[in-house]
């Protein structure tokens, strides 16, 4: 009899296990913010990332781990979200810039991405240190190690 409930007991519980997670995983699912940037998250690469659509859809326009002047004027100004899987360390945080080569001047914005912030899925609530836009306003940027007047969070 104790082998039959043990048993019973076991396959109640295994059972119970594939529920609960399942339900949980469903309930999390709604709650996350940028469930389409945490699914293509990462182990780090040292990659920066640009997708022309919030919450990393649409077309993706650069994924690079270099640092880049000019991102071409077919991807000028189209970013909405942003991620950042680069290293941590030394040059960990990505500075975004309105203007091809990282121009930074009095009219000149630019926003940073720190490691631990992983991506931004929704750029149209943040502002560039001059005040404008993130959204679509993206040309540049650079991997830095500070320097960043404004941060995209």
């Known amino acids: 009899m104790r082998k039959f409930t043990a048993t019973a007991a076991l396959l109640g519980l295994a059972a119970l296990g594939v529920v609960v ?7 999390a699912d709604s709650a996350v913010a940028g469930p389409g940037c945490d699914s293509k998250w990462g182990p780090r690469n040292g990659y920066m990332y640009a997708w022309d659509g919030y919450d990393c859809s649409g077309a993706q326009l650069i994924a690079t781990p270099n640092t880049v002047g000019d991102w071409g004027s077919a991807n000028w100004d189209r970013a909405s979200s942003v991620m950042n899987r680069g290293y941590t360390g030394s040059l960990a945080i990505v500075k975004f810039y309105e ?25 149209s609530d943040n502002r560039l240190s001059d005040g404008s836009s993130a959204d ?9 190690n500070g320097g960043c007047a404004t ?3």
């Open 99 to 123: 203007w091809e080569g990282h121009a930074e001047g009095t009219n000149d914005g630019h926003a940073c991405l720190q490691p631990g912030e992983l991506y931004a899925d929704n750029l």
């Open 136 to 144: 679509n306003n993206i040309r540049s940027h650079k991997w830095v």
């Open 151 to 153: 941060n995209l969070t």
């Open 21 to 27: 997670p399942a339900a949980t995983s469903q309930a």
